[in-house]
């Protein structure tokens, strides 16, 4: 069974603090994504990396960073937390081929205060 | 641009309805389609996918979908529904050029009343 764990499940930060999450998948896959879910708006992609070391901007990847040092992990990273980024980010893996079949991880709450 | 239309944000049905959750798609060539759906606090899961050939695809959970070129559909099936049916359906589009990058609709969330 495909596996993608993700870290913190919730988090509560400050205006301004820095906010790392973390994602790690024991599928062996290429590529890993970064979504955030906001109603009325789907899932939107943040960032995407097609292997270790590479990361690419998605469909809205202001105010975030990633970093995927290998092939188990990827990070998302705001420097600058605002309230604007209060929402429910997901984590994804794929093989690498042109299959568009994504495995999920369960999400993780993040609320800017 | 591609996008994904879902124009219900949410559906009620008893169990053992019948149900159709409605799925648009703005793409200019045959995309790759899919239903994921989420239960609560749970990530995203495949239901079925589309690629190309017969038109009907079956998915888990006796779920199917049908695919309409000439209506830029992709609508979501189910002859009889159970209560446990009760979550957020998303539909999503990759193109031949994108890969694996998704882009998803709205979402619809489904509530089966007993």
């Known amino acids: 069974e495909a596996a993608v764990t993700q870290s913190p499940r919730n988090k509560v930060a400050v205006t301004g603090g820095k906010v790392t999450l973390s994602c790690n998948q024991t599928n062996n896959h290429n590529n890993m994504y970064w979504y955030r879910q906001d109603t009325g708006h789907g899932l939107r992609l943040i960032h995407y990396?097609?292997?270790?070391?590479?990361?690419e901007k998605g469909d809205i990847p202001d105010g975030y960073k990633a970093s995927r040092p290998s092939q188990e992990n990827f990070s998302l990273i705001l420097e600058l937390a605002t309230p604007s980024q209060t929402s429910v980010y997901f984590c994804?893996?794929?093989?690498?081929?042109?299959?568009?079949?994504?495995?999920f991880g369960e999400g993780s709450k993040l609320t800017v205060l | 641009a591609q996008s994904v239309t879902q124009p219900d944000a949410r559906v009620t049905v008893s169990e053992g309805a019948s149900l159709q959750l409605r799925c648009k798609y703005s793409y200019s060539a045959t995309p790759y389609l899919f239903w994921y759906v989420q239960y609560p606090r749970q990530g995203l899961q495949l239901l079925l996918k589309y690629y190309s050939g017969d038109p009907v695809v079956q998915g888990v959970n006796s779920f199917e979908a049908e695919f309409s070129k000439s209506n830029s559909s992709f609508h979501l099936q189910k002859a009889s529904v159970h209560w446990s049916d009760s979550a957020v359906y998303f539909c999503a589009l990759a193109s031949t050029s994108s890969g694996q990058k998704l882009v998803f609709g709205q979402g619809t969330i489904l509530k089966v009343y007993l």
């Open positions: 990396s097609y292997g270790a070391g590479s990361t």
């Open positions: 994804a893996s794929g093989r690498g081929q042109n299959t568009g079949q994504l495995y």
